[in-house]
């Protein structure tokens, strides 16, 4: 029997394995077409997605049947084992007692510990059988308990507020466990309150450089200095305090619009702050334009939010955090031209005497920065103000006249052309 069970604990295991593995392939298939259901039914492609998630049932029942078979062989197998033996001890002892060798007596009781005997040594050959698939469940879960933690509290925290002086001294960044450096040297300064403006073409480390700087990653080589210090001596809980980022994918909780701009604030607000955020956003008139206003739930059991309103509700509730640090990912990319003019003056303040990265695609957004970095396949091609970048050749100036050309020609279109607009473009 334990030799059965020991050849089943190397097979059920391994069968085992396999099932689970195409049980989290089929869930994951699942959840992906949930998720991306608007995608599916705009390409049409719901017999596709049915006849795949077909296949992969198909083959999980095959796995399962062929699992549940093994036991099918196994239980019986041992069953009729142990049966055998205790019909073949009855029996040697029946002989023995027939021939006068052992008394009556003796029968009775050594069969009661043949009995004693082989259920416990069958329900052991059992438990080993069983011991594989808990080995199985076991190291798939040891792989996820493994994984590091996030060390969110180690390092410094100092007292004073952060000034937003920073300095990037030839950094370099790898995603882990990924081939190629995302950023090759990158070096700049940055004085405390200067705006920083960041372009560049899409995928060329805009998101991965200002992501560096609440620690979400760490860099590779060279250092950053924050305040004089090394970023990596700050601790991950006191950066993300002291910097406010909006995200370059606006994320929005199933809760009320309030709890969602108010969300990681720990003080106490009043109405009037959270009016004043949502107007700096330019989206106040919107939220009291819903039924609910502020209360309005969002998500499956309320109203469904545009791209755009979604984007300026994540920027409110970064404004509303006061942060000293400002990193803006492309947040007024899903806003039309007249709401970002809209949202850049109301920032405007919020940006004064505040250090800030503003990841942007207009030139418009970028005119008053005091340092613009132009970035291309992780390298600063560029570096320095608009009027210095415009008075030279290179990408910038390329993407400034073909925006203004592109404006140019609208407005002249339109007839509205004013004269302030002008002084804005030089001669060139
Ligand atoms: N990358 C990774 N892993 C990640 C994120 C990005 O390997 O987790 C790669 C993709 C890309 C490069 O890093 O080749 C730069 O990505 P990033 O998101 O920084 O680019 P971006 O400048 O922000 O592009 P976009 O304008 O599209 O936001
Ligand atoms: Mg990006």
Redesign the pocket.
């Known amino acids: 029997i334990l030799g059965i069970s020991l050849f089943f604990f190397v097979k059920v295991g391994h069968a085992y394995e396999t099932f689970q593995e195409q049980e989290a392939r089929l869930s994951n298939q699942l959840q992906e077409n949930l998720t991306g259901v608007r995608v599916v039914k705009a390409f049409a492609r719901q017999k596709y997605e049915k006849d795949a998630f077909e296949v992969e049932n198909e083959e999980k029942y095959r796995r399962g049947r062929q699992l549940t078979l093994m036991h099918a062989t196994y239980w019986p197998t041992t069953d009729v084992l142990s049966g055998v033996q205790m019909v073949l001890g009855f029996y040697v002892a029946a002989v023995m007692a027939l021939h006068g060798e052992i008394t009556v007596g003796m029968y009775i009781a050594y069969a009661g510990f043949l009995i004693a005997l082989i259920w416990p040594i069958r329900n052991l050959g059992r438990l080993i059988a069983d011991i594989s698939t808990g080995f199985v469940s076991f190291s798939r879960i040891q792989k996820i308990i493994r994984l590091d933690e996030e060390p969110l509290y180690e390092g410094a925290y100092p007292e004073r507020p952060l000034r937003g002086e920073i300095v990037f001294d030839q950094v370099n960044f790898t995603?882990e466990g990924?081939e190629?450096e995302?950023l090759h040297d990158i070096n700049f300064t940055v004085r405390p309150g200067q705006k920083i403006a960041i372009m560049?073409?899409?995928?060329?480390?805009?998101?991965?450089?200002v992501?560096l700087l609440p620690r979400f990653y760490d860099y590779s080589n060279g250092r950053i200095l924050l305040d004089g210090a090394e970023l990596t001596t700050y601790s991950r809980d006191y950066l993300r305090q002291q910097i406010g980022i909006v995200m370059?994918e606006p994320f929005l909780f199933s809760t009320t619009i309030r709890q969602n701009i108010t969300y990681g604030v720990t003080r106490q607000v009043t109405d009037e702050e959270v009016y004043a955020a949502a107007r700096a956003a330019a989206v106040h008139d919107v939220i009291l334009a819903f039924p609910e206003g502020y209360d309005t739930l969002v998500g499956e059991r309320g109203v469904t939010l545009s791209g755009g309103q979604k984007q300026r509700i994540t920027l409110a509730r970064t404004t509303l955090r006061d942060p000293s640090l400002l990193i803006l990912?492309?947040a007024t990319s899903s806003v039309d031209t007249e709401t970002e003019e809209i949202i850049r003056n109301a920032l405007r303040e919020l940006m004064q005497n505040r250090t800030t990265f503003l990841?942007a695609?207009r030139v418009q957004s970028v005119l008053d920065a005091d340092l613009i970095l132009v970035?291309d396949h992780?390298r600063i091609s560029q570096s320095g103000t608009h009027v210095e970048l415009v008075n030279q050749p290179g990408t910038y100036r390329r993407i400034y006249n073909l925006q203004s050309r592109i404006e140019s020609e609208l407005e002249a279109e339109i007839g509205e052309l004013e004269v302030g607009d002008w002084e804005l473009i030089p001669n060139l």
Not at 200 to 209: D, R
Request: no cysteine; hydrophobic share 20%; net charge negative.
């Open positions: 995603y990924e190629g995302v560049g073409g899409t995928g060329s480390g805009k998101t991965s450089l992501n370059q990912d492309d990841i695609h970035l992780g």
